[in-house]
């Protein structure tokens, strides 16, 4: 313990000029495959997806903003607590992580365009990006992108999962939900 808190304040004075990136990559950088992609530049690492969904982004929104059904068409997901709601608070519990509660304040709340999520400090920063751009009437371009940054990420970084499998089964099953839910009710 001792050597980590040593090491902690050596590093201090590197650490200080570190900055945080809130979004590495622009929605539009995005490749519109549902596969999700990795990047590390010197100050961050983001992993990013994007998927084409038929259905209104108003749908997406209502999809990506009901809390309360997360668990019954998102299977990345083992809790989430709270209002997802402009300066909302939300306590998620994830299965890449689930030992571990993940407090994230909604930071932007534009519907149905963009909301974003945010846990940690200057030192060791996630930001999560949702952003939905309609395609004509009834269609909507989902990206989430993640950015982690800060002084911490390269102590940090080797202890992250690949989040890719997670990123491509949350926008796979969004889109599954949408889509549902924007389906002509049958007779």
Same mark, same amino acid.
């Given at each position: 313990m001792r050597r980590i808190a040593v090491a902690l304040l050596l590093a201090l004075p590197l650490l200080a000029g570190?900055? #945080? %990136?809130?979004?590495? =990559?622009? &929605?539009?950088? /995005?490749? !519109? #495959?549902?596969?999700?992609? =990795?990047t590390r530049t010197k100050q961050a690492l983001d992993y990013s997806v994007a998927v084409a969904i038929?259905? &209104?982004p108003a749908t997406v929104w209502a999809v990506l903003t009901d809390g309360t059904s997360y668990k019954s068409w998102n299977r990345t997901v083992v809790s989430l607590d709270g209002t997802i709601a402009a300066g909302g608070r939300l306590a998620l519990v994830s299965h890449v992580a689930p030992k571990r509660t993940f407090k994230l304040k909604v930071s932007e709340f534009d519907a149905p365009r963009l909301m974003v999520?945010?846990?940690?400090?200057?030192?060791?920063?996630? !930001?999560r990006t949702f #952003?939905? %751009?309609?395609?004509?009437?009834?269609? %909507? #371009?989902? /990206?989430m992108s993640e950015t982690f940054s800060g002084g911490m990420l390269g102590m940090i970084e080797g202890k992250l999962p690949d989040f890719r499998a997670d990123f491509e089964a949350f926008a796979a099953d969004l889109k599954k939900e949408a889509e549902r839910r924007a389906a002509p009710a049958s007779n």
């Open positions: 570190c900055s #945080t %990136t809130r979004l590495l =990559r622009q &929605p539009a950088e /995005v490749p !519109v #495959t549902g596969k999700a992609e =990795r038929a259905a &209104p999520w945010e846990d940690g400090n200057s030192m060791f920063l996630g !930001v #952003t939905l %751009t309609a395609s004509g009437d009834t269609a %909507t #371009t989902f /990206v």
